[in-house]
């Protein structure tokens, strides 16, 4: 969308306005608005732009309040039948984004060029925050009864695709995840119903994006699912000479975790609990990745380097251990016994798979220690156990793991005898020597 602004350099005729507008010279506008009021039905260039297309473009606040405080349309359309809207999204300009949202702007409009959305552009172009701001505002806007939050998220263009496609096409991983935490289809297909079409992993393959293969993975996508020419998203992967994403989707390597459907009845999984168990899900996933790349002769990717784990294990802080794995730190508690076990260890309840005759049917996991139905899952609140922690900051790493277990492997029962499992984790005297060596940002 680089025309926006040559178009503007282009029409001379137009006098200062236009160019005023781009560089959001507000007291000129404003002169100018005065002196002629019909200044601002003017537009310009090849797709017909308004001023409020250009202030939204180039994400000039002020004069864009400017304009609509004048009551100017705030869906007013240019030649392929964009909003300002939708090109203060293209442009990733959400300040504009928020402001026409609020002004009353409709992110239910399609264009005339691919029928699509501002959802779609968002994900097109990857601008995560003016995702977030058309999601939240699909939640209140009329849209939200009209078509139905889910129904907006999977909207589809001209050509079936949804924003969840267009996402794992164009490598936007952020939106991607949103997209999918917000309900969109893992499985939509571009052809339509009982028509074969491509599927976002099909995309994300093509796109070459191993974030968003190995995201849609996590969420259920069939690697076996077919597009209209018959291709799985492996081949397609392949055809495209994404090696790493092929290794990931080639059907025959080991199947990843997904993200467990007994979370689904836990009605209560509030955010922080949610996100804590999502990124056990995805180092999970990581062990098994780094095993397919090394048998697939692919060097481990970038992302995946022991620093990272390294980080990633100091991250257990000042928590006590889980007692269930006596590696990671407890950090999720259930509700309402108000035992507490690590992200690792809950995920691990979740998609343990094989039918317990005792609690058969669609009943939720339960508490590992008690047997009590889990109800909820939170983020476990750090607790203080000496005055030692005083010293340091809430967050501030620490290696404090498996040595300082130091009351030997009691069984699942003896274990259990105790009131709070947490407590059992000591803390080793080295403590404040380690915390100084691990004390590096
Ligand atoms: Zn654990
Ligand atoms: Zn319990």
Redesign the pocket.
């Known amino acids: 969308m680089g025309q926006t602004l040559s178009c503007v350099q282009q029409h001379e005729d137009h006098g200062v306005l236009f160019p005023a507008l781009a560089s959001g010279e507000l007291e000129v506008v404003e002169a100018m608005v005065e002196e002629d009021p019909t200044v601002l039905e003017h537009t310009i260039g090849c797709d017909r732009l308004s001023p409020l297309h250009v202030a939204a473009a180039n994400g000039r606040i002020e004069v864009l309040s400017m304009l609509l405080d004048r009551s100017f349309n705030v869906d007013v359309l240019n030649r392929h039948k964009q909003t300002p809207l939708m090109l203060a999204v293209m442009h990733g300009k959400t300040g504009c984004v928020e402001k026409l949202i609020h002004a009353g702007a409709n992110i239910l409009m399609f264009d005339s060029i691919r029928r699509r959305t501002c959802l779609h552009y968002a994900a097109y172009y990857g601008h995560i925050d003016c995702l977030k701001a058309i999601l939240s505002a699909a939640h209140s806007t009329p849209v939200a009864d009209s078509w139905g939050f889910a129904r907006f998220v999977n909207i589809r263009d001209g050509n079936g695709a949804t924003p969840l496609h267009l996402a794992a096409r164009h490598r936007r991983s952020e939106c991607l995840h949103a997209l999918l935490d917000n309900g969109a289809l893992v499985c939509a297909s571009t052809g339509g119903y009982g028509y074969p079409g491509s599927t976002p992993l099909h995309m994300a393959a093509r796109g070459g994006s191993l974030d968003c293969v190995r995201m849609l993975l996590a969420w259920g996508a069939d690697r076996l699912q077919l597009d209209s020419s018959g291709k799985i998203p492996f081949s397609v992967a392949l055809k495209h000479k994404h090696k790493a994403c092929a290794a990931l989707l080639d059907p025959s390597s080991a199947a990843p975790l997904v993200w467990p459907s007994p979370l689904k009845f836990i009605s209560e999984l509030n955010q922080e609990a949610k996100a804590l168990l999502e990124k056990a899900l995805l180092e999970a996933n990581r062990e098994r990745e780094k095993t397919i790349l090394k048998e697939t002769g692919m060097p481990p990717s970038p992302l995946h380097s022991e620093s990272e784990d390294d980080n990633i294990a100091s991250e257990a802080s000042d928590m006590e251990?889980?007692?269930?794995?006596?590696?990671?730190a407890?950090t999720i508690e259930v509700r309402p016994c108000g035992h507490q076990?690590?992200?690792?260890?809950?995920l691990?309840l979740c998609c343990h798979k094989k039918p317990d005759p005792a609690t058969a049917g669609l009943s939720g996991p339960v508490c590992p220690f008690c047997r009590g139905t889990i109800l909820q899952l939170l983020v476990a609140k750090i607790n203080k156990i000496s005055d030692t922690e005083v010293e340091s900051g809430p967050m501030k790493p620490r290696r404090s793991r498996k040595s300082n277990f130091s009351e030997g492997s009691s069984s699942f029962k003896s274990l259990s005898a105790m009131g709070s499992f947490g407590r059992i984790a000591g803390r080793n005297s080295g403590k404040i020597t380690d915390e100084k060596q691990w004390e590096v940002s």
């Open positions: 251990l889980c007692c269930i794995c006596f590696d990671q407890c076990m690590c992200a690792h260890c809950t691990a």
